[in-house]
Nanobody, 122 residues
Framework: QVQLVESGGGLVQAGGSLRLSCVAS???????????MAWFRQAPGNQRTMVAR???????SYGDSVKGRFTISRDKSKNMVWLQMDNLEPDDTAVYYC?????????????WGQGTQVTVSS
């Protein structure tokens, strides 16, 4: 099993920035199966939605609401993924989840972190 641990959440004013980090750990044979990684978010009363995704080939995709403001990146040698969030808005307030694994499905990859809270004040 692979463990995903997020960090970097917190409270920020609208217009500010935050950088989320996620590190994957586990047996080498399992972390080698990390094909792609992604960030999802979930606000109270809402469904969990994809924020950004990065594939094994470093192809990226973003949710419409964050395009041009958020940037996903990864270092495969370190089993890490980051989400740089700029020009944050109150609607970005949510729990952000790191996601990764060998297979992409409609609801994400196979493994999930515990989540980190991001709160944007107006």
């Amino acid at each position: 099993q692979v463990q995903l641990v997020e960090s970097g959440g917190g409270l920020v004013q609208a217009g500010g920035s935050l950088r989320l980090s996620c590190v994957a750990s586990g047996a080498a044979s399992e972390t080698a199966r990390l094909n792609g990684m992604a960030w999802f978010r979930q606000a109270p009363g809402n469904q969990r939605t994809m924020v950004a995704r990065i594939t094994h080939a470093f192809t990226t995709s973003y949710g419409d609401s964050v395009k041009g403001r958020f940037t996903i990146s990864r270092d495969k040698s370190k089993n890490m993924v980051w989400l740089q969030m700029d020009n944050l808005e109150p609607d970005d307030t949510a729990v952000y989840y790191c996601n990764g694994g060998p297979t992409w499905r409609s609801r994400g990859y196979d493994w999930w972190g515990q989540g980190t809270q991001v709160t944007v004040s107006s």
